[in-house]
């Protein structure tokens, strides 16, 4: 059977030209970067080729350009690299601003800074889970450190008005950072100081979001930023981050960049919708056209082009991801980074959904390699797979026979929602 592989903000296949690039950096360009011998140069200087490649994706500065071993690594640096620094004033603690949709690099590096006397305040969504410049304009206070808020959701896909957020930081002279796991390589990003994301002082890109492997990173650093490192240890990444360097990943991650800008300029989202938006179009109106009872969250928000976050009401999602599993599709309920937890997930809850909503939610989110056809297939799969599963739904079934008595008795009515 062919899977159809729909779960590409978990983590996306490896692109066959990253592969080839990272390849012979594991057997034949095996040195040590930061050796003096031929061997060593020869992977420094690969490693400087993929800093150069990332920060022109990036419109920055090479040297702003922190390679790490991921997402979340990325997130706890930015984090802790600000707020364990020794306090100006020391009569009053460091505020940190956040939200309550971010993924738990980011939430759980909060919890733990609030053990350590930092301040948090974490703003909510609104419906459509976006957060509002207004909350974060209440929200900031003169000891306001740092602010913390996603590009894009994980779950939903839904982008946050990054630029607004980040200028009214900027205004109360507050440093920002932006969880862009999931936007780089899907949106522009541009950091040059006159671009559309000047005023974001730190970034967090992950490599396995974008078609280079697992386990590679990177924090974009603004050059007037000072950032305590979270390991000890060498000098290497400018004292930012200690640790012999993964010279194979971080080629991954460079050829990964260099395809990504090209991608991106073959379908800029701001030209229209692109090749990969009409296939999640497509995806959702056929799925609302035939299945009762369901519906997307986040659908008037921007979002994304890959993502879908569906709700089909009188079910479970983790049945329904295992059904679908079974048929040949991979898909995951709310956050991969989650399954295994029957809590509903934490961002559908801020903007709203009650916990059966919730937990009724799918997440699919479609790869640069996605198709049509496999679109269509996963058409005919998921209605079948959502009416085996509410056969056995009581909710369901109570609810069917409801609407039969309204159908005899006309003055009783009722509604599917
Ligand atoms: N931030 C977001 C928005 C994510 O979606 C993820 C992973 O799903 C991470 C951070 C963590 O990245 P990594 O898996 O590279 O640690």
Redesign the pocket.
């Given at each position: 059977m062919q899977r159809i592989y729909l779960d590409a903000?978990?983590?996306t296949p490896l692109l066959p030209e990253v592969y080839e690039a990272m390849r012979p950096f594991w057997i034949e360009h095996f040195g040590n970067a930061s050796s003096i011998h031929q061997q060593g140069q020869y992977a420094r200087a690969a490693v400087e080729h993929a800093r150069d490649t990332i920060a022109h994706m990036l419109h920055c500065r090479a040297s702003e350009i922190v390679f790490t071993?991921?997402?979340?690594?990325?997130?706890n640096l930015a984090l802790f690299g600000i707020l364990n620094q020794p306090r100006v004033a020391l009569s009053e603690p460091y505020h940190l601003i956040t939200t309550n949709i971010?993924?738990?690099?980011?939430l759980h590096a909060a919890h733990q800074l609030e053990k350590q006397a930092v301040e948090v305040t974490y703003l909510e969504p609104d419906a459509d889970g976006v957060i509002q410049p207004t909350a974060l304009l209440k929200a900031l206070r003169p000891n306001t450190r740092i602010v913390s808020i996603?590009?894009?959701?994980?779950e939903t896909g839904v982008i946050q008005p990054i630029i607004a957020l980040a200028a009214i930081t900027k205004a109360a002279r507050a440093i920002f950072h932006t969880?862009?796991?999931?936007g780089a390589g899907k949106l522009p990003t541009d950091l040059s100081p006159h671009g559309e994301l000047r005023d974001v002082d730190l970034l967090?890109i992950?490599?396995?979001?974008m078609y280079a492997p697992?386990?590679?990173?990177v924090l974009f650093v603004r050059r007037s930023i000072r950032l305590a490192p979270l390991f000890h240890g060498g000098t290497h990444e400018r004292q930012r981050r200690a640790g012999t360097e993964n010279v194979a990943g971080i080629v991954a991650l460079g050829k990964a960049a260099e395809l990504a800008q090209q991608w991106l300029t073959e379908n800029n989202p701001a030209a229209g919708p692109t090749q990969l938006a009409n296939l999640r179009n497509r995806l959702e109106q056929g799925l609302l056209a035939q299945v009762e009872a369901c519906g997307i969250n986040g659908i008037d928000a921007p979002r994304t082009a890959n993502t879908s976050s569906l709700y089909f009401d009188h079910l479970e999602a983790e049945a329904l991801v295992i059904a679908l599993d079974l048929k040949g599709i991979s898909v995951s309920g709310g956050?991969?980074?989650q399954s295994g937890a029957a809590e509903p997930s934490h961002v559908l809850s801020s903007m709203g959904l009650s916990p059966a909503r919730a937990r009724a939610t799918i997440r699919v989110s479609l790869s640069r390699f996605t198709t049509e056809a496999e679109i269509d297939t996963a058409l005919t799969i998921i209605p079948t797979a959502v009416a085996r599963l509410r056969e056995l739904s009581p909710s369901w079934n109570n609810l069917k026979k409801s609407l039969k008595l309204d159908q005899a008795e006309p003055s009783l009515t009722g509604s599917v929602t």
């Open positions: 903000n978990a983590t071993s991921g997402g979340t690594e990325s997130d971010e993924h738990h690099a980011v996603m590009l894009a959701n994980n969880d862009a796991v999931q967090s992950s490599g396995h979001k697992q386990g590679t990173g956050s991969a980074c």
